[in-house]
């Protein structure tokens, strides 16, 4: 069961992770591609204020926390698989919730750094969501729930508005 608790939710921050990346055959990239003309006017626009300001160091930051995550992540799934049914729910609890908290933190932080309001504000939606998923996690059979919680329309809606301006 954490087997496969821990690969579902590796593929999810993995997939997070790739929207981030430069690659334009990503997942999320497609799914973009497809999105509304309202959608892609608020794109270019978004594409227009990445030009200005400090929007393309912070999506060059939001790229190394995603990414700093995604290890993090790797690691502590590494732990809890080898440990296998002698941990403790705590000891795959507590990194868990650390790790979305950390994820959250660094994104707001960098949401507060960001000239663009809009900006500003797409990286704490996506940080507010991350957070729920933190504060959704107090057992082992919550990991699931955060994985449902990841791959939300929110949490969608969340990461495609920071993504416009990273493109």
């Known amino acids: 069961m954490r087997r496969l608790m821990a690969a579902a939710a590796l593929a999810v921050l993995c997939a997070t992770a790739a929207a981030c990346s430069d690659n334009e055959e990503s997942p ?3 799914a973009s591609t497809s999105a509304s003309t309202s959608s892609a006017a608020a794109s270019a ?3 227009d204020a990445a030009a200005s300001g400090n929007t393309k160091q912070i999506c060059a930051d939001v790229q190394k926390v995603i990414g700093d995550a995604t290890t993090k992540f790797g690691d502590a799934m590494s732990k809890i698989v080898s440990s296998g049914a002698s941990g403790s729910d705590a000891d795959v609890v507590k990194p868990m919730k650390d790790l979305f908290t950390e994820w ?4 707001r932080k960098l949401a507060g750094r960001a000239s663009d309001a809009e900006f500003k504000a ?3 939606d ?3 969501q ?6 959704s996690v107090k057992s082992t059979a919550d990991l699931e729930q955060a994985d449902k919680l990841l791959d939300s329309p929110e949490m969608k809606a969340a990461t495609e508005k920071f993504e416009s301006y990273c493109g």
Do not use: M, Y
């Open 126 to 128: 996506a940080a507010d």
């Open 104 to 107: 959250a933190d660094g994104l």
């Open 45 to 47: 626009a978004a594409s």
């Open 28 to 30: 999320r990239a497609s």
């Open 130 to 135: 991350i957070r729920k998923v933190a504060d």
């Open 122 to 124: 797409a990286l704490n």
